[in-house]
C-alpha cells in the first residue's frame, strides 16, 4: 500500500527558498512520475513540478526559473526546491506520484508572506 507523506511546509517571507521532501513508503518498484501539485485559496488545485522516471521535467509556467523538482529512487523520495518565492505560491503542496495508479499525499502547507 503506497503512503505518501509531505514535510517541510511553513511560514517563509517573500524572496526566501524552501525545500519540500515527500517520502513514499509500501511500494517496492519506481514510479514513473512523482512530483507536486498545489492549491491555492479559492483556486483549484494545479500542476507544480513533474518528475518523470529518468529525469524529464515538466513545470507550470508560473514556477518555471524559480523552482526544481528531482527525485531520489533509492529512497523513494521526491523533493521541490523553492527560491525567490512569492506570496502567490501560498498554497497546500501535495505530493504526487503515479505508476499504475495515482498516489497522493495529504499535503503540506505553504505561506509565503509579503
Known amino acids: 500500500q503506497v503512503q505518501l507523506v509531505e514535510s517541510g511546509g511553513r511560514l517563509v517571507q517573500a524572496g526566501g527558498s524552501l525545500r519540500l521532501a515527500c517520502a513514499a513508503s509500501?511500494?517496492?518498484?519506481?514510479?514513473?512520475?512523482m512530483g507536486w501539485y498545489r492549491q491555492a485559496p479559492g483556486k483549484q488545485r494545479e500542476l507544480v513540478a513533474i518528475v518523470a522516471y529518468g529525469g524529464s521535467t515538466t513545470y507550470a509556467d508560473s514556477v518555471k526559473g524559480r523552482f526544481t523538482v528531482s527525485r531520489d529512487d533509492t529512497r523513494d523520495m521526491v523533493y521541490l526546491q523553492m527560491n525567490s518565492l512569492k506570496p502567490e505560491d501560498t498554497g497546500i503542496y501535495y505530493c504526487?506520484?503515479?505508476?499504475?495508479?495515482?498516489?497522493w499525499g495529504r499535503g503540506t502547507p505553504v505561506t509565503v508572506s509579503s
Open positions: 504526487y506520484t503515479q505508476r499504475t495508479e495515482d498516489y
Open positions: 509500501g511500494s517496492n518498484f519506481a514510479f514513473n512520475l
